[in-house]
């Protein structure tokens, strides 16, 4: 597969990933903001949150020189996000 492609289809994967999390997160824990907001979910300030995690994940797992295998990034991208989502939602 081209460099391009595969770096078009990572980026791709890593922002399904993120917002996948974060709407996933929005849905089964009420954040502060949620309770600030009057009950009101945000679903775009999560889902972005969850991508920003998503993105660090991924980057981290390549510099910490995991095996080049795209799964291993994946998987660090997917907890990553969820843990800044933790994180974001106070806990």
């Known amino acids: 597969m081209p460099m391009a492609t595969s770096a078009l289809a990572n980026f791709v994967v890593v922002l399904l990933i993120g917002i996948a999390a974060g ?17 009101r979910r945000n679903d775009i300030t999560s889902a972005l949150v969850g991508i920003a995690g998503a993105f660090i994940g991924f980057h981290l797992s390549v510099i910490a020189g ?26």
């Open 23 to 39: 709407l996933f997160f929005n849905r089964y824990s009420p954040s502060w903001l949620t309770r600030l907001a009057g009950g």
């Open 66 to 91: 995991l095996p080049p295998s795209p799964l291993m990034h994946y998987i660090a991208a997917a907890i990553a996000a969820l843990l800044v989502l933790w994180l974001w939602r106070g806990r």
